[in-house]
């Protein structure tokens, strides 16, 4: 089946630690994103990439890193550098052209130790 | 920048019953409009998409409909279901490849 997957559901990270949260999609979509999920707040952009080999910042990139070396992966480093990381994180993909759906994984929860 | 505004934050309606949620933005220079639901510790599943052009979008006993001009648009669930009980968030699309997410509503659907 075509779909978005996240791994791992949870991920637990000590202080000063980086981790990385994968997003996989087989739908043969160009534009790929990572959002960010808090208690009462909507969701927010941390990065996007429209076409493999080109990222762009979202509204809140500071502390992350992304990479889309392939098409079909987008993965998303929470660095050290990111005071506040606990969250859920959603990725998403959509095809690279106006008015299109966006599918999202089923997300990433992120909990700091 | 965009802001993007959900009422009522949260809502309980017996099943049965006809009921609408509210979804506002600022700027309405966007490209289209979507309503999602989220289901708890789950990611996003899209609703409807309204393209700027368009006033409104059915799926089954969902009906959304868009007023660009005066930045609102609403999210009409009919018959409501115990199944519905979700949050809804809508989201604009605006220049850049930007998406802006509501805060969304919760709602409950009591049997």
């Known amino acids: 089946d075509g779909g978005i997957t996240q791994s791992p559901k949870y991920l637990f990270r000590k202080e000063g630690q980086n981790v990385t949260l994968s997003c996989e999609q087989n739908?043969?979509?160009?534009?790929m994103y990572w959002y960010r999920q808090d208690p009462g707040q909507g969701l927010r952009l941390i990065y996007y990439s429209q076409i493999v080999n080109d990222f762009q910042k979202g509204d809140i990139a500071e502390g992350y890193s992304v990479s889309r070396e392939k098409k079909e992966s987008f993965p998303l480093t929470v660095t050290s550098a990111q005071k506040n990381p606990t969250a859920f994180y959603l990725c998403a993909s959509s095809i690279d052209r106006r008015s299109e759906t966006q599918y999202f994984g089923p997300g990433t929860r992120l909990l700091v130790l | 920048k965009q802001e993007v505004t959900q009422i009522p934050a949260a809502l309980s309606v017996p099943e049965g019953e006809n009921l609408v949620l509210n979804c506002s933005f600022t700027d309405s220079a966007i490209y289209n409009l979507q309503w999602f639901r989220q289901d708890p510790g789950k990611g996003l599943t899209s609703l409807l998409l309204i393209q700027s052009s368009q006033r409104e979008q059915t799926s089954g006993r969902l009906n959304a409909s868009l007023d660009k001009s005066s930045g609102r648009s609403t999210l009409y669930i009919a018959a409501s279901q115990p199944g519905d009980s979700a949050t809804y968030l809508c989201a604009v699309e605006g220049a850049g490849n930007q998406f802006y997410f509501g805060t969304g509503t919760s709602l409950t659907v009591i049997p």
């Open positions: 739908l043969n979509h160009d534009a």
